[in-house]
């Protein structure tokens, strides 16, 4: 419901690359995201979002996370902001999830001034933030202003099932912001004014804590994901379906991978492959787009399934392929846990974040990493 959209009714141009491997990188002169000013609120973006993701791990114990802080001040007829904040403590099967919604004044609490809630300023220090800590569930993302993808401090609380949880996340970015679509921009061919804007950091060292209720924090480490994403993308009338898995590999390379489900587009069903629209990075951090139109990239749903409590059936395991044979890449994505959906706040459905892993060839090598594996099908 509430959450952030790769419309199939956007065309993307394709970026550089050739019939033979990847081809060459695009260019930096044609990328249309530039920090650090554009870490910082768009006051002009109909949408905005700033959502953490990733694995996390104390010792041997894994935890999958999302921290997201989302405002829509221009979507419809009616102003809302929201967090969405998830924990996944794979060893013990246990899913803990919570969506806040916040309305301006003079709607019921909790409010979101909207001229307030995250900086537009790039000469002050970076922040985000969606309600407080004297509040069930609260999101508090801060920065200094010299290089806000550094020495970020990511807070959230939520409460669920019984149990208070409390994040104290710090995440640094290593090398460079990685560019969806190769650029960071899409245009709607029906609209040349309706621009979606969307980046990545995709190597935030961090370290930090969690804690669950007034036991003692478990310190964690790991690296993480944020998306920035802002612009245009669909109507309430229209809405938005996808499927996608980001991968962080050992080999230093990472991958966004996405199809857009909606329109005349089939449901997706076990071992049908889907072309895909591929973004992908590699050590040095140049940037390489690979489009469905150009059927080079492609998923294919495999075996495992899982039906929530909201009625939707879910893919937890993929076939992630680049097909041309000079990049040799075969990536198996496979789900940590089953359920890990964020159920809407009205109406049926929901949507599914999960932690997962990858592993297969890549560039003919065997390579494994971390994953994630993200679906709105309804």
Not at 329 to 339: G, I, Q, R
Request: net charge negative; proline share 8%; aromatic share 12%.
């Amino acid at each position: 419901m509430f959450k952030r959209g790769l419309g199939a009714a956007w065309t993307i141009t394709p970026a550089a690359s050739t019939a033979s491997g990847l081809g060459p990188p695009v260019p930096p002169s044609e990328y249309k995201i530039h920090l650090p000013q554009d870490q910082y609120r768009h006051v002009e973006a109909p949408t905005e979002w700033w959502w953490h993701i990733g694995t996390l791990k104390a010792g041997d114990r894994i935890f999958g996370f999302e921290i997201n802080a989302a405002g829509y001040p221009g979507y419809g007829k009616e102003k809302f902001a929201f967090t969405q904040v998830m924990l996944s403590d794979v060893a013990n099967a246990k899913h803990y999830q919570k969506t806040t919604l916040y309305l301006p004044p003079p709607g019921p609490p909790p409010n979101v001034d909207f001229d307030t809630w995250a900086e537009t300023d790039p000469t002050k220090a970076w922040k985000v933030g969606l309600g407080d800590s004297t509040q069930p569930s609260y999101v508090s993302m801060n920065a200094p202003q010299a290089d806000p993808t550094r020495n970020m401090r990511v807070a959230a609380h939520i409460f669920d099932q019984g149990t208070d949880i409390d994040f104290q996340l710090n995440l640094s970015q290593q090398g460079k912001p990685f560019m969806v679509f190769g650029t960071g921009l899409r245009v709607d061919p029906k609209d040349p004014q309706h621009k979606n804007y969307y980046y990545s950091l995709t190597r935030l060292e961090v370290s930090g804590a969690i804690r669950f209720n007034n036991a003692p924090s478990i310190d964690v480490t790991g690296t993480t994901w944020m998306d920035h994403e802002y612009g245009y993308f669909g109507t309430p009338g229209d809405p938005v379906k996808w499927i996608l898995q980001n991968a962080q590999l050992d080999n230093g390379w990472h991958l966004m991978n996405f199809v857009s489900l909606g329109g005349d587009s089939p449901r997706p069903t076990v071992g049908t492959k889907m072309w895909s629209n591929m973004t992908l990075q590699d050590p040095q951090g140049n940037m390489y787009y690979l489009d469905a139109d150009q059927q080079q990239a492609s998923m294919t749903p495999t075996g495992r399934t899982w039906k929530s409590p909201t009625g939707n059936t879910y893919f937890l395991e993929y076939l992630v392929e680049i097909l041309d044979p000079a990049c040799q890449a075969t990536l198996t994505v496979v789900t940590l846990m089953d359920d890990q959906e964020f159920p809407n706040l009205s109406g049926p459905g929901g949507i599914y974040e999960g932690v997962a892993v990858a592993s297969g060839t890549f560039l003919g090598q065997q390579v494994s990493g971390t994953a994630w594996n993200e679906q709105l099908l309804k």
